[in-house]
T-cell receptor
């Protein structure tokens, strides 16, 4: 149980275009999902927290207009990187909290590697 | 500010050597602690977690960790490493005072020589 999937697993886009990444909780309902980014050989940095049906909360330094997060249902959150630039190339990882198992643990997706050319 | 520190950025060991990776956190309130492993080219896997109870936690693949509240530490240990343990290890923490957002340490890259 507690499986989180991400789609796509790998995407290449041209500079200036937008790309959407999906995060789904497959066998549980997630009231809260988190988005992280991981640069090569670095740690995971929390970008934002999204709660179903409400606006996402962004961490300091993360541009909310550039990284649009939508959490429209209890099993789906999306991250849209708008007007992508090469410096946005990174590994984006989502995680989800099972609303029935308390707030302590998050289940992580496999990540999406974004390359902007 | 809430933070997680991992002391060793790179560790090189020979097979069968013992491993201890340090993790300290700076959080108020009740904390939940995790160790994750990321093998080359793969996604995060949970090694072990501590919420409450026995401060010595056993995880998968022979790993264990000890929560020492007075030292704000949660060090990861394994008595005898294998070549297949080569990976990056992340300590992570969340707490009620931080809205249960999980924050990661910088990671420790472990290389085990065969």
């Amino acid at each position: 149980g507690a499986v989180v999937s991400q789609h796509p697993s790998w995407v290449i886009c041209k500079s200036g275009t937008s790309v959407k990444i999906e995060c789904r909780s497959l066998d549980f309902q997630a009231t809260t999902m988190f988005w992280y980014r991981q640069f090569p050989k670095q740690s995971l940095m929390l970008m934002a927290t999204s709660n179903e049906g409400s606006k996402a909360t962004y961490e300091q330094g993360v541009e909310k207009d550039k990284f649009l997060i939508n959490h429209a249902s209890l099993t789906l959150s999306t991250l849209t990187v708008t007007s992508a630039h090469p410096e946005d190339s990174s590994f984006y990882i989502c995680s989800a909290r099972d609303r029935t198992s308390g707030p302590y643990e998050q289940y992580f997706g496999p990540g999406t590697r974004l390359t902007v050319t | 500010a809430q933070s997680v520190s991992q002391h060793n950025h790179h560790v090189i060991l020979s097979e069968a050597a013992s491993l201890e990776l340090g993790c300290n956190y700076s959080y108020g309130g009740t904390v939940n602690l995790f160790w994750y492993v990321q093998y080359p080219g793969q996604h995060l896997q949970l090694l072990l977690k501590y919420f409450s109870g026995d401060p010595l936690v056993k995880g998968i693949k022979g790993f264990e960790a000890e929560f020492i509240k007075s030292k704000f530490s949660f060090n990861l240990r394994k008595p005898s490493v294998q070549w297949s343990d080569t990976a990056e290890y992340f300590c992570a923490v969340n707490s009620d005072t931080g809205g249960f957002k999980t924050i990661f340490g910088a990671g420790t890259r472990l290389f085990v020589k065969a």
